[in-house]
């Protein structure tokens, strides 16, 4: 079973940088056909695509999004990272990491979510 689990600070400043790890435990995000995605939900914009990355580590951001993220892994720990420059209080929201196949499309497995305020 796999599980991927969303961890990091809960409050950011304004103007700082987001910071999110997913761990996944169950399957190796470098084994089959996977892309490891950032999704966030706020009351304002609803569910919102960040960017993933994929199972050869090739990256794609959301057009609006993409000159401040920026997604990595950690092949070693079975980890991907999330990381939002420039924060305002519009980046508000509950972020989740999740899985989406490449054959079958659809987002098999999320995290809890985890709630990240911006505020001074």
């Known amino acids: 079973q796999v599980q991927l689990q969303e961890s990091g600070p809960g409050l950011v400043k304004p103007s700082q940088t987001l910071s999110l790890t997913c761990t996944v435990s169950?399957?190796?995000?470098?084994?089959?056909?996977?892309?490891y995605t950032w999704i966030r939900r706020s009351p304002g914009k609803g569910l919102e695509w960040i960017g993933h990355?994929?199972?050869?580590?090739?990256?794609y951001y959301s057009p609006s999004l993409k000159s401040r993220t920026s997604i990595s892994r950690d092949t070693s720990n079975n980890q991907f990272t999330l990381q939002l420059s420039s924060v305002t209080p519009e980046d508000t929201a509950v972020y989740y990491c999740?899985?989406?196949?490449?054959?079958?499309?659809?987002?098999?497995?999320w995290g809890q979510g985890t709630q990240v305020t911006v505020s001074s």
């Open positions: 169950g399957g190796s995000i470098t084994a089959g056909t996977y892309y």
């Open positions: 999740t899985r989406r196949g490449l054959v079958v499309g659809l987002y098999d497995y």
């Open positions: 990355i994929g199972w050869q580590g090739n990256t």
